[in-house]
């Protein structure tokens, strides 16, 4: 009988110890051209997701967001913009307006997905994952504005939270970005 016990609490310990945390490589969306997009297809990059708006204060980072890109685009580093419509209304635009938009604008070549929401109860599962440390296993975070900056590393996991004010061009972004 002890022995049966002692068995059964050591399978329950070890399932315990096997859970795994998602990581981005787990999530599938829409790009902004409406196919689908599986991260897993990202395996050995580096990521930046950052949710976008076309009306913004900090819309003009798009320009650095873009400069980042090509910078390190060959170096296993890419870019992913959502556009959200959570803030003040600053992304009220079609799909096709904001790819139009962020093409003509600012020469945005980083892929860009379908329009989600980044909060409150219509959050994306994506987003629900990156602000929550129960699923991210790293730090509980609050988009609180447009072009928010989340860093993922090679293997899909949460690295950090950059607020709105920091530029994607700043030497913490950088120096992360050329770390291996």
Not at 83 to 104: A, M, R, V, Y
Request: charged fraction near 25%.
């Amino acid at each position: 009988m002890k022995k049966i016990i002692s068995i059964t609490l050591i399978t329950i310990l070890f399932s315990f110890t096997m859970v795994r945390t998602k990581t981005l490589h787990d999530f599938q969306c829409k790009s902004i051209d409406g196919a689908s997009f599986d991260f897993s297809s990202l395996k050995g990059k580096k990521i930046m997701l950052v949710n976008t708006a076309s009306e913004c204060g900090y819309t003009p980072q798009y320009k650095d967001l873009q400069a980042l890109y090509e910078q390190y685009k060959d170096k296993n580093f890419i870019i992913i913009g959502f556009p959200c419509n959570d803030f003040g209304g600053q992304e009220p635009g079609t799909l096709t307006e904001i790819k139009s938009f962020c093409s003509k604008n600012y020469g945005v070549t980083f892929p860009m997905m379908e329009k989600i929401s980044v909060k409150g109860e219509k959050c994306s599962e994506i987003y629900k994952w990156l602000t929550s440390k129960a699923e991210n296993g790293v730090e509980d975070s609050k988009v609180n504005w447009n072009f928010n900056k989340y860093l993922i590393n090679e293997k899909g996991e949460y690295v950090k939270h950059l607020g709105s004010s920091v530029n994607p061009l700043d030497k913490e972004v950088t120096q992360w970005i050329s770390t291996n």
